[in-house]
């Protein structure tokens, strides 16, 4: 066992930097000559007294400082992989304009703020609504909220999904797998909105499928509502959606069309810079 101590003293010993202007205190262990704290300790064990190095105020303050950026630099990294627009890593729920579904936002909210909890439950959310209510801005803002607290996150599009033809190769079907199946949270945007194709509707299948078998939760947005998708009329939908059921809690956004409302005021914008 002092061996094994030993062998960890030396190592540290060697992480250490010693300065011209460090110095010896009174008690013999060696301080610091910036921050004025030890480099050295003084322990007991096993009846022997051991003086190993260890890490001042001001390498630890350095030490910390390098970790915060290589988190930093690693959200950011998970950031940029996670959506498909730049622009999405900027939406926040602090940046909400307070003109849509707030008993909506603040449940998912709520659902980011908790994620831990929502991960042992092995739950998602299902958000319906109607069109441009704002269910994919409050998406994102659960993606960075919980890329900011070290969580991966990754967004696909139902569209893409569906328009996407059969895998080049091995690697990129790996790759694809990996997408779904690493991330602590998938997001699933704009379901129903695909093609309806019997091809798209096994894609689709397939990724709930394979996300389900990895017992990590998923966040679905979509046009349509709980009855929509449990009616089908179609028994490979069906199968689809009463899975997806099981491990997500519907939250219904509604609203007006916001899209509309950005597009009727930057009409207006450029009526006034024109002089119209």
């Known amino acids: 066992m002092l061996a094994g101590i030993d062998y960890i003293a030396e190592k540290t010993r060697q992480a250490i930097e010693v300065h011209e202007e460090d110095y010896t205190g009174t008690d013999g262990l060696l301080y610091c ?3 004025r704290t030890p480099k050295q300790c003084r322990i007991e064990i096993l009846g ?4 190993p190095y260890c ?27 996670c959506f498909p627009d730049a622009d999405m890593c900027q939406w926040q729920f602090a940046s909400d304009d307070g003109t849509g579904d707030q ?7 709520n659902y980011a703020e908790k994620f831990k909890i929502m991960q ?15 269910k994919s801005f409050a998406a994102a803002c659960v993606a960075n909220t919980l890329l900011t607290d070290g969580y991966s996150v990754k967004w696909l599009s139902a569209i893409q999904i569906g328009e ?13 797998t990996r997408c779904v199946t690493s991330p602590d949270l998938l997001i699933l945007d704009d379901l129903g909105a695909e093609r309806q194709t019997d091809f798209t509707a096994e894609r689709i299948h397939s990724l709930i499928n394979t996300r389900i078998l990895t ?12 009855d929509q998708l ?31 409302k950005i597009m009727k005021q930057n009409f207006h914008d450029v009526k006034d810079l024109l002089g119209l």
């Open 55 to 81: 890490l001042c105020k001001c390498e630890e303050e350095h030490d910390r400082r390098i970790q915060e950026e290589m988190n930093q630099e690693r959200t950011e990294r998970l950031r940029r992989d």
């Open 33 to 35: 000559g910036k921050c």
């Open 215 to 226: 017992n990590k939760p998923m966040l679905v947005t979509t046009n349509l509502t709980p």
């Open 164 to 176: 996407r033809g059969f895998f080049r190769n091995e690697q990129e079907q790996e790759e694809y």
């Open 103 to 109: 008993k909506a936002l603040s449940a998912m909210k």
């Open 120 to 134: 042992e439950k092995q739950l998602g959310l299902l958000v319906y609504g109607d069109v441009g209510v704002g």
């Open 230 to 260: 449990t009616n089908t009329g179609n028994v490979q939908k069906n199968r689809i959606f009463s899975r997806l059921f099981k491990m997500t809690v519907p939250v219904q956004y509604t609203g007006s069309d916001r899209r509309k």
């Open 48 to 51: 022997q007294i051991r003086i």
